[in-house]
């Protein structure tokens, strides 16, 4: 069976210039990715696949989580579907565990740590209704906490690539825009802790609405049955 980093070899090598030929993704502001260190990219949320489509575009490994069921599932099919998510940089969670969401804040200041690169969506589930919802302050927590940039995603597109009852996703236009790098320095110096947070998450987020040009619901998003 093939290990985390050749099947992440192989996603990047061949699956990736693959699907890009195939898709054809506008992508826009990639340069503004930093090419090394830490960096969290904080996007918008709209399907399943787009944990699929960020780790394609950008040239270096980005690491989100996952449904600790993709890494449960037993025999033939169990296995490979454990490697595929485990080699592409998916981190299992198990969301049904209250504990869930501060264990997820562990694993991301673990990945920073290492000068990686981890994704998350601050809206903390997928849009049904296509609208961008308020942010939630995990991002900034992390931010703040690992003293890393932050690059804004918007994607628009992916809820046609695969819809929630497609199995196989289709060849729609998707658009994948990085906005520029926003940096904590020395801005929260003396900042209320919770205030500092609520600022820079609303700051992301405004950064998420431009770039995706998405209609803002103004309210926090309730978790999907089946996100």
């Given at each position: 069976?093939?290990?985390?980093?050749?099947?992440?070899?192989?996603?990047?090598t061949v699956v990736a210039p693959l699907a890009k030929a195939v898709w054809r993704p506008t992508v826009i502001g990639l340069e503004n990715v930093p090419?090394?260190?830490?960096?969290?990219?904080?996007?918008?949320?709209?399907?399943?696949?787009?944990?699929?489509?960020?780790?394609?575009?950008?040239?270096?490994k980005v690491a989100f989580l996952a449904k600790s069921d993709y890494f449960t599932g037993t025999g033939v099919r169990g296995a490979i579907s454990r490697?595929?998510?485990?080699?592409?940089?998916?981190?299992?969670?198990?969301?049904?565990?209250?504990?869930?969401?501060?264990?997820?804040?562990?694993?991301?200041?673990?990945?920073?740590?290492?000068?990686?690169?981890?994704?998350?969506?601050?809206?903390?589930?997928?849009?049904?209704?296509?609208?961008?919802?308020?942010?939630?302050?995990?991002?900034?927590?992390?931010?703040?906490?690992?003293?890393?940039?932050?690059?804004?995603?918007?994607?628009?597109?992916?809820?046609?690539?695969?819809?929630?009852?497609?199995?196989?996703?289709?060849?729609?236009?998707?658009?994948?825009?990085?906005?520029?790098?926003i940096t904590v320095g020395e801005r929260f110096d003396g900042v209320p802790l919770g205030k500092a947070r609520r600022q820079l998450t609303d700051e992301?987020?405004?950064?998420?609405?431009?770039?995706?040009?998405?209609?803002?619901?103004?309210?926090?998003?309730?978790?999907?049955?089946?996100?």
């Amino acid at each position: 069976m093939l290990g985390r980093m050749d099947v992440y070899s192989v996603v990047h090598t061949v699956v990736a210039p693959l699907a890009k030929a195939v898709w054809r993704p506008t992508v826009i502001g990639l340069e503004n990715v930093p090419a090394t260190g830490p960096v969290l990219l904080a996007s918008n949320h709209l399907s399943f696949a787009d944990s699929l489509v960020i780790p394609i575009i950008v040239p270096r490994k980005v690491a989100f989580l996952a449904k600790s069921d993709y890494f449960t599932g037993t025999g033939v099919r169990g296995a490979i579907s454990r490697t595929w998510f485990e080699g592409i940089g998916m981190l299992p969670v198990d969301r049904d565990d209250p504990r869930a969401a501060l264990g997820s804040l562990d694993i991301a200041l673990e990945v920073l740590g290492r000068g990686e690169a981890f994704g998350l969506y601050p809206e903390g589930t997928r849009s049904r209704d296509g609208r961008l919802y308020r942010g939630r302050t995990g991002v900034a927590h992390l931010a703040l906490t690992a003293g890393c940039p932050i690059v804004p995603v918007g994607l628009t597109g992916t809820p046609q690539l695969q819809p929630i009852d497609a199995r196989l996703p289709r060849v729609v236009p998707v658009t994948v825009a990085f906005g520029s790098p926003i940096t904590v320095g020395e801005r929260f110096d003396g900042v209320p802790l919770g205030k500092a947070r609520r600022q820079l998450t609303d700051e992301v987020m405004t950064a998420i609405q431009a770039l995706s040009g998405q209609e803002e619901a103004g309210v926090y998003n309730d978790r999907a049955p089946d996100a």
